[in-house]
């Protein structure tokens, strides 16, 4: 344990793309699905209001310099929150594991989100450590979104995106 002293801290927040209160619950489409999401008000299902930070704070409030892996799994709120972190990203070079909610967005969402990875990232993976095209990753999340849509595939299955600055081996 002595390992992560002083590397692992917990924060009662969420991240955000500015400092602004979001909602946690079952809010918008998330509803419909039985699970978690974000909102930007309380107009969701037995929602909390809680911190809204961006990772620049997280960043200098920690003195970050070295960091290797950030894993997201922020409930449909990819788009807003992805395209503010590209810099952290490129500036410590730091891998990304996402779990992507494609049910909980919007299609221009979908392709907005692939797009940053994309923007982001040298190589892009699937959960099975497949190198993804960028063109293949959109039409996969938004077939998978249609396929939840219709009943026809689980919500929870994994919807994981591996973003890399080097090639995985």
């Known amino acids: 344990m002595n390992f992560f002293k002083n590397k692992v801290f917990l924060e009662e927040v969420a991240i955000n793309d500015k400092e602004e209160d979001v909602f946690i619950g079952a809010a918008g489409r998330s509803a419909k699905w039985g699970g978690s999401g974000i909102a930007f008000d309380n107009s969701g299902i037995n929602t909390k209001k809680v911190n809204g930070v961006s990772i620049d704070y997280i960043e200098e409030k920690y003195s970050l310099d070295n960091v290797g892996l950030v894993k997201i799994d922020i409930e449909g709120g990819e788009a807003k929150v992805l395209e503010s ?79 890399t600055f080097s090639k995985i081996k």
């Open 85 to 163: 972190m590209k810099f952290f990203f490129i500036r410590h070079q730091a891998n990304m594991f996402l779990s992507l909610h494609p049910h909980l967005m919007s299609i221009d969402n979908i392709e907005k989100t692939i797009d940053d990875i994309y923007d982001t990232f040298n190589y892009v993976y699937d959960d099975k450590l497949q190198l993804m095209e960028r063109e293949f990753a959109i039409n996969k999340y938004i077939n998978n979104k249609k396929l939840i849509e219709l009943g026809k595939m689980n919500s929870s299955e994994h919807q994981e995106i591996i973003g």
